[in-house]
């Protein structure tokens, strides 16, 4: 065979590989109407509950295999019923350099399925004002429908490990705990990966 021609047939033998590699991915995307995620924390008053209003994110599966995720939440989203508290937020968050909170998954560590029930262990990369901490993620999923997919959590995180500074209130008379909690639940949907 000439030269040529073993480029030709090289070719075509990497287009059928890409081409059916790409057939295989699949990817679902965070339904934003389905997301919600509470953030918990402390004072030396009381207790705050903040909301994520918006957020967006997809997973790749290549061969019912999860490639990537990733989910990302604009600041300025998070809102409680006090005005002073976002006001503190958004600046504990510093916002107008860092105006998105990100998680990239790095691996998945574990994942179990029995019937619809998913449950993962994520390692993943979140960045909050500005600085990225690797951080686990544990997940119960369930397969509600075919291309339709739910995840709930927990994860406590603390702020310092962020860089960012518990924010104080009243002459510093209020002060807001290093720990928070965040709790979620995400719907992903897409093609059914079965």
């Known amino acids: 065979m000439n030269k040529r021609k073993f480029f030709k047939v090289g070719m075509i033998l990497v287009m059928g590989i890409l081409l059916s590699t790409g057939l295989q991915a699949q990817t679902l995307k965070l339904n934003p109407k389905s997301f919600s995620m509470n953030i918990y924390g402390t004072t030396n008053v009381h207790n705050f509950e903040s909301k994520v209003t918006q957020a967006s994110g997809e997973i790749v599966i290549v061969n019912k295999k999860v490639q990537s995720m990733f989910v990302n ?3 300025h989203s998070i809102k409680s ?3 002073l508290m976002d006001t503190k937020t958004y600046e504990t968050f510093k916002s107008d350099k ?3 909170i990100s998680f990239h998954m790095t ?9 619809n029930a998913v449950n993962v262990v994520i390692e993943g990369n979140m960045t909050m004002a500005g600085v990225t901490k690797k951080v686990i993620l544990k997940a119960n999923g ?5 291309g339709v997919y739910t995840f709930s959590g927990i994860i406590a995180l603390k702020m310092s490990d962020f860089g960012m500074k518990p ?3 009243m002459l510093g008379m209020m002060r807001v705990g290093n720990g928070i909690t965040l709790k979620y639940n995400a719907t992903f949907e897409g093609a059914d990966i079965n």
Request: overall charge neutral.
């Open 73 to 75: 939440i604009p600041v």
């Open 81 to 83: 019923n006090e005005k």
């Open 98 to 100: 860092n105006p998105m």
């Open 107 to 115: 691996e998945v560590t574990t994942m179990n399925v029995s019937g």
């Open 142 to 146: 369930n397969n509600i429908k075919p």
């Open 167 to 169: 924010p104080t209130a």
